[in-house]
């Protein structure tokens, strides 16, 4: 059973930071990609920011110069740096990972989403 836990959400200040982590846990073989998404209310998810398995990333326009993704392979983690906070980041925050895990019938891969967390933005 492959699971990918989120931290690091919370409420926070206009022009302040916070940190999100993202592990991934169970019979692993590789993890592919890797990214974050958010969702506001009433609005559809959107792609914040991924990084590939040699660590090319990527960023949507709006978190460009302000949020920062990497990755610990050796921890199966992907962490985002959110910094310069604004009222509209808030959403929820959901970490995504493409990967080969073992399904008890062999080597799959397949994509991953987790639980989400809250990040709010007070202005």
């Known amino acids: 059973q492959v699971q990918l836990v989120e931290s690091g959400g919370g409420l926070v200040q206009v022009g302040g930071s916070l940190r999100l982590s993202c592990a991934a846990s169970?019979?692993?073989?590789?993890?592919?990609?890797m990214g974050w998404y958010r969702q506001a209310p009433g609005k559809q998810r959107e792609l914040v920011a991924a990084?590939?398995?040699?660590?090319?990333?990527n960023y949507a326009d709006f978190v460009k110069g302000r949020f920062i993704i990497s990755r610990d392979n050796s921890k199966n983690t992907v962490y985002l740096q959110m910094n310069s906070l604004k009222p509209e980041d808030t959403a929820v925050y959901y970490c995504?990972?493409?990967?080969?895990?073992?399904?008890?019938?062999?080597?799959?891969?397949?994509?991953?989403w987790g639980q989400g967390t809250q990040v709010t933005v007070s202005s």
């Open positions: 169970g019979r692993i073989l590789r993890i592919n990609g």
């Open positions: 995504n990972a493409d990967l080969t895990y073992s399904s008890g019938f062999g080597w799959r891969t397949d994509d991953y």
């Open positions: 990084i590939s398995s040699g660590g090319s990333t």
